[in-house]
């Protein structure tokens, strides 16, 4: 199971012509390439299921939303791929960016809600010497690298500007990324490269997920 390497072609030439009369024309030769870019998030599902627990795969519609946008071209030039961790127990999830000349694989929290992200500040405050430990593994590091977010500039509200973890404190958004070329998307074994990538990633979500289905007293919420 791979990806075809005609997906770059047509977003190539979708970006040169975006507009609805070049897209109904080639509208047959996009849902090829779509169907086969679905069949392997399926595949990638049932792979990472040997091993996590994934609820379901979605693959982002093309057609964008232009309602509040001052870009008012009507489709993506980008496959957008997402898998879901089944919640309550299993938390954060996986993403997939196909684009010409920006590909890359995500994990983490992109958006936590307000409830979230004070409950992995609290953590953090409390032992963030256990994230830190997680993030400094070396084949953890090899294969995923920094943590990525956005992040306050000083100090999150209710905490010291030299408190011993500030600089995970700040972090709004707890992200990693790995970036690809078109080439590498495209070769048989993508797929076990993306399996064994987000084997890798599992201690951070794993500890993620303990932390965001648990109270400050180590006690279950779910």
Known sequence: MQFPSELYTFFKELKHNNNREWFATHKPRFKEIESQVKAFGEALKDQLNQHDSIDRFKLFRIYRDIRFSKDKTPFKTHFGLTWHRTKPQNRGGYYLHLSPGKNFLACGFWAPNPA?????????????????????????????????????????????????????????????????????????????????????VRPFVDYMSDVLTTNTDGESLV
Do not use: M
Not at 137 to 147: I, M, N, Q, T, Y
Not at 171 to 183: A, G, P
Not at 188 to 193: E, G, K
């Open 116 to 200: 979230d992200l004070k409950r992995i500040r609290q953590e953090i405050d409390i032992d963030g010497d256990e994230y830190r430990a997680i993030l400094n593994d070396k084949s953890f590091r090899s294969v995923w690298g920094e943590l990525e977010g956005e992040a306050v500039k000083t100090a999150p509200k209710g905490y010291a500007k030299d408190h011993p973890q500030i600089d995970l404190l700040r972090f709004k958004q707890h992200i990693f990324t790995i970036d690809y070329t078109d080439k590498e998307i495209c070769q048989p074994d993508f797929i076990d490269r993306g399996d064994k990538a987000l084997q890798a």
